[in-house]
């Protein structure tokens, strides 16, 4: 045990177990977390395995697009997503959004920058899905302006802000078709801006996709030609 480990005892930030100093970079707690080497393992970038070229869930074997993105058309041609949203991943999300603790959005920039620079080719624009006003006051900060501007930082790919959201009513108990009709009421372009013609949606978590759906569809409206989309997480 180290003379730091005496002094200043820290915990993971994700699962709370107290840690030794050396058990990860020095340079990991001067960016503000910690996480535990069970909790870093457990964020290893999941075996490729066969996902739908759309929306990223997991499909058998010789099957391109899962059941829901044949049914459904989304303004955004494919998602590029790392984790299903459940164990540690959800939890590094919760910590992350309703800790807070805003400097896991580091960490999460660190795990998708990889996946940026191996699934896009340049040029592309980062654009983060906005948070409502609401949620803004309540956590201090937009959660995927966080990580899209960290990722941007660690890249050299070009971010802009480009979309606002009014508060939108609760989500939860709503149909797909009212969600999508929700979504696309609170979100908008923001008043003269050029949009990029090539751009990459960052969101924490994906969920229905009728958020990201409604981001896509209003920044083709305003011109651009392909939009994707790069998530952490993923709920299915
Ligand atoms: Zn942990
Ligand atoms: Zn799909």
Redesign the pocket.
Known sequence: MGLLDVCVPAH??????V?RYGDHPVCELLRGYA??P??RDACAPASAGNRCEVCSVPVPRFIRVCERCRREVFAFSRAVVMHRYSG?PERVVESFKFAPHKSLGRFVAEQLAPALVGSFTPPVTLVPVPSSLRSVRRRGFAGAVVIARELARLTGVPIEELLRSRHARSQKALSYEDRRANALASISLKAHRAVPHRIVLVDDVLTTGATADSCAERLIAGGAKDVCLLAYAIEY
Do not use: R, Y
């Open positions: 993971c930030t994700v699962c709370g177990a840690h996480l535990c069970a909790c540690v």
